[in-house]
């Protein structure tokens, strides 16, 4: 167990990190899996661009790495554009 105050302040500020980064992922996979179910293209481009936006915040904080926000947006953009 930690001894030093700083110590202690550095888990608990971890920990807070760690359920905000695991808050922003999750939200994050519900909107994937949202514009996944969209059938409609207005919608499906409106959920694109928040979702886009989503994925670049979680890279730009190293929550995910930056490649797997791109393929992601990559392969949702191509079903975005498949929408009739």
């Known amino acids: 167990m930690a001894n030093h105050k700083s110590a202690l302040k550095r888990i608990r500020a971890n920990e807070a990190k760690r359920l905000r980064n695991r808050y922003q992922a999750k939200t994050t996979r519900t909107f ?7 059938t409609d ?3 499906a481009m409106e ?3 928040k979702v ?7 890279a ?5 790495h930056k490649n797997n926000a791109s393929n992601k947006k990559s392969k949702l953009a191509k079903f ?4 009739a």
């Open 32 to 38: 994937i899996k949202r514009l996944k179910a969209a």
């Open 41 to 43: 293209k207005v919608e």
């Open 47 to 49: 959920l694109y661009k």
């Open 52 to 58: 886009s936006s989503m994925l670049d915040k979680l």
């Open 60 to 64: 730009k904080k190293n929550v995910i």
């Open 80 to 83: 975005v554009n498949a929408i």
